[in-house]
């Protein structure tokens, strides 16, 4: 896949081969087919339980502006950079906005 | 087979029930008539039971429902026909060969010194032994191979040197060239017997988790070994690839049964720390704990998505009960010691 501008408009899933667990609040990812594994801190930990559940970035931005005291664009560029990380170790996978409206 | 638990102990243990060692060099190699033979011994080493036609340096085991590997000599032409169909690959060592064959069968091969067939299931090794010392043979066998077979077998191995204090089992976890031998003999100095070297097995239950006893020996450079073990002189060189030398353990110096895990010890790389910087001790938050569990596992040449989600759960589990501190110390003689007292003062040995 070429390198993808991702966006808050993008959803995101977990691939299949993909587990992960929480350790006392911050959250390990494990790849099962290539091995690699990712560790989040505190708040990237959140995002991950968040992408999860929605799966949806825009929902994450929403539930995360709730939470936490962070200026709009500054949690979106926390957002995506933390997806694109996850994407580019292939723990998730991504649909653009166009591709979701074909399903 | 014939399993002949009790003659076995009689024929190994001369002056103990339980323990004795074999000569070494005693072993017949694959061309001295033992191919066919049904002469069979039994062991118990890592919590496992091993069923061998080899005779090795370990103690007797009663047939039981451990798990069993069983050890059989190899014949030349059943090692050279696989040779010509594998694809050999340099171990992440430099240090010998692997092929991970088609049917599962894992190949392994140290020059002069031994090569292994490892069944898919994990419940065979074929042994072909080379020139080298028994020792060293037994060292490859209960290391490397042994690994192949633990985990194709369902159980996670950890690259770790564990020691007992007070009955608790306490592990030094860390690559090859951290240390964790080292540091182990300066516990034997102090009277605290080894449970294994380099490779550990845990296993958990509704008490926690526990460590099984390895082979009853240690791998020492020459120097350390006159340091912390002036009475185990004669070690045999464990092979060219090098200068380190396997040395046997009497019984007051190893722990022969499982013990309860008090706490892990994650080596710093040598690298890391200056020769004279001070010795530190950090209690690891439970993801960089996991992580740590995960780098020093033992044998990265196995990773199908089973063993990984396997470490994965077992890491979980074991981060949830059991303290994991990094440990950060020169690698001068002296330190060595140092380190010990604050491990003996953390598990309250002192």
Known sequence: MSKKQISLEFVVAIGKDVVS????????????????????????????????????LREVFGVMQQEYEVAPKELEIDILQLVDQLHANGLVSLVQPQERGKG | MVSRPTSMQATLAPSSARFSMVEANS???????????????????????????????LPGAEK?????????????????????????????????????????????RWPELAEFLVSASGFRITCGVGPASHEAFQVYLLGQALSFALVKSGLEPLHSTAVVINGKAVAFLGN????????????????????????LILRQNGKGFFGYPGP???????????????????GVPMSNGTQKLVLRLFESQIHQTFAPLHSIYVLDSPRQVFRKQRISAVHLRPREAFVSLLSNTFNRLLTDPERLRRQFAAATQLVARVPVVMISYPRIL????????????????V
């Open chain 1, 21 to 56: 667990c929480d350790l006392e609040g911050e959250a390990v990812i494990l790849n099962l087919a290539s091995g690699i594994y990712l560790g989040l801190n505190e708040v990237g930990t959140r995002i991950w339980s968040l992408i999860q559940e929605y799966g949806a």
């Open chain 2, 64 to 108: 039981s429902d451990l798990h069993e590997v069983e050890l059989k000599i190899g014949s030349l032409s059943a090692f050279s026909d696989v040779v010509y169909r594998a694809t050999l690959k340099s171990n992440p060592s430099g240090w010998g060969q692997h092929a991970l064959l088609e049917d599962g069968s894992t190949y392994l």
């Open chain 2, 216 to 234: 009853p020996r240690i791998k020492l450079f020459p120097k350390l070994a006159r340091e912390f073990l002036k009475a185990n002189l004669g």
């Open chain 2, 176 to 199: 090859s060239g951290f240390g964790k031998s080292s540091l182990a003999a300066s516990f034997l100095e102090a009277g605290c017997p080894l449970l294994t070297d380099d490779l």
């Open chain 2, 27 to 57: 072993m017949p190699g694959p061309d001295a008539g033992l191919t066919k033979s049904e002469t069979s011994y039994r062991y118990g080493v890592y919590g496992i039971s091993l069923c061998s036609q080899i005779l090795l340096s």
């Open chain 2, 334 to 349: 002296g330190s060595l010691r140092e380190v010990r007292e604050l491990v003996l003062r953390d598990v309250g040995g």
